[in-house]
């Protein structure tokens, strides 16, 4: 555990919210043990032992647009594919970002397959949630991402995204947020499924399998933070 090197790098990304890099500092800063927590959770799973042992990538189906684009207009893979492409992303977009965090571990070890996988999810939860890339939105799901890993650098960023969007949502942030971390504790335990194969499955029955809730607390500050500047911009 390291809070001063975390106390520093969150005061860079408050400045700077763009350098994403300091994300995986905060993480690592904090984290302690949780993620070795969780790979003996996943290690415990069918899915997870599949994983493993098989040294599967998770990033090689989500980088495959050509197969992504197959997919029937509904299912996970093609609302994946429509959200990364309307946003201008990449399924390797956060693996640049997170090298830091990559060499700490051994390349070839259970930790860091989980430790990449759990990365990869990121944008497959963004569209599985609702969650979107503004700063309330990736907030809400650092909140629920919480609730999923217990990683303490993550609860932390989600934590001081709460004051820092004070000024712009009131308590409306920290309800927000916190409303986000109870549906993640109401969701299944996301990093043990097998995401390759709910790619083809209809977005709709994947939420309902995992027991995700759309996020109308979110959905309504959002809203009501764009009309009242659209009501200032007039």
Known sequence: MQPLKAIQAIS???KNPTHTHEVFVIIRALSGNDLQKG???FRKTEVGQSILKNRTQLMHALCNQTKL???PPESLGQRYLDFIKAEGLSADGL???SEEQADALDADSDLALFATRQRDMHDLWHVLTEYGRDELGEACLLGFTYAQNKNRGVGFIALVGCFKLYSRHGFS?????FRAYLDGRHAVWLPQQDWEALLH???TSVREKLNI?????YHSCLDSYLHASEVKGV
């Open 12 to 14: 860079r990304l408050v």
């Open 39 to 41: 790979l003996a959770r």
């Open 69 to 71: 684009a197959e997919l």
């Open 95 to 97: 693996v640049e970002a």
């Open 173 to 177: 942030a920290a309800r927000s947020i």
């Open 201 to 203: 499955d209809p977005i």
């Open 213 to 217: 809730n759309s996020p109308t607390l």
